[in-house]
Every structure is written in structure tokens, then in C-alpha cells.
């Protein structure tokens, strides 16, 4: 799948729609969820133009993972989630349910967060 440069996390990259930022630095971008499944919800990108976490995990180099998967913890340790806890999620294609097609890690935390998959 080709990265489509009007996905709506690359206009939040180029500053074409607003987000509530919360950490930036040379690697990753982090904002709140506009939609929040939990008390803290926060999307970590990374600045590349990278579809999915396949593709990242794939294409990117190893400065950009190493600089992304850093960039991740210190958003949960600037939000003083690491002690009590959080949880990460990538969702990657159909059964993923990925709805935004640019890499992102969501970061859940403010409560104790349940079981990781309900059963349907
Ligand atoms: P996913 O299903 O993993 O692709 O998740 C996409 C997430 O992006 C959802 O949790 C949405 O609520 C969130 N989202 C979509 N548009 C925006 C936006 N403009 N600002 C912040 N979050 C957004």
C-alpha cells in the first residue's frame, strides 16, 4: 500500500489541522486522541512517511525505530504513566482495524485497563 501524503495524521505532521500536542522531538510526534478510549489517550507518530507498522518496521532505519520506540516511552514517563502503568497498541491492516494510514502507537493509561481483547 502506497503512503497517501492527505492521510490525516501527515496534515497534523505538516500543520494543516490542529492537534493537542503533548511531546515533539526530531523523530515523533505525540497528541491527544480526538476520540479517547480511556482516561489518558495519547498517538504516537513517527515524522516519516511510513503507512503502517508493517511497513516501519520494514523500511524505516534503525535510527528512525530506535528514536520512535524512545520517543514512545518518554511521552508515557512525561505523562508519569510508567509507574502506575499503561498499555501500547499498533493496529496494522484489515484485522487490525487500522483506520489512519500513517504508523502510529497508542498509549492507554489513567485506570486499570481491563483485559487486553474482549471476546466477541
Ligand atoms: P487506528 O484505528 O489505530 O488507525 O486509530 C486511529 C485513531 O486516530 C483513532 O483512535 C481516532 O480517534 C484517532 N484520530 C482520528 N483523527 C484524529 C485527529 N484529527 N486527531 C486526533 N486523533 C484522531
Same mark, same amino acid.
Given at each position: 500500500m502506497a503512503y497517501d501524503p492527505e492521510n490525516v495524521f501527515a496534515k497534523i505532521l505538516r500543520g494543516e489541522i490542529p492537534c493537542t500536542r503533548v511531546y515533539e522531538d526530531g523523530h515523533a510526534l505525540a497528541f491527544e486522541d480526538i476520540n479517547p478510549q480511556a482516561p489518558v489517550h495519547v498517538l504516537v507518530i513517527p515524522k516519516g512517511a511510513y503507512v503502517s507498522m508493517d511497513d516501519f518496521s520494514g523500511a524505516a532505519s534503525d535510527a528512525e525505530i530506535a528514536g520512535f520506540f524512545r520517543a514512545v516511552g518518554a511521552v508515557a514517563r512525561q505523562l508519569e504513566l510508567a509507574n502506575p502503568g499503561y498499555r501500547i497498541l499498533a493496529n496494522h491492516g484489515d484485522d487490525g482495524m487500522q483506520e489512519v494510514p500513517h504508523f502510529h502507537v497508542h498509549i492507554f493509561g =489513567?485506570?486499570?485497563? =481491563?483485559?487486553?481483547l474482549k471476546r466477541v
Open positions: =489513567g485506570r486499570k485497563l =481491563g483485559p487486553m
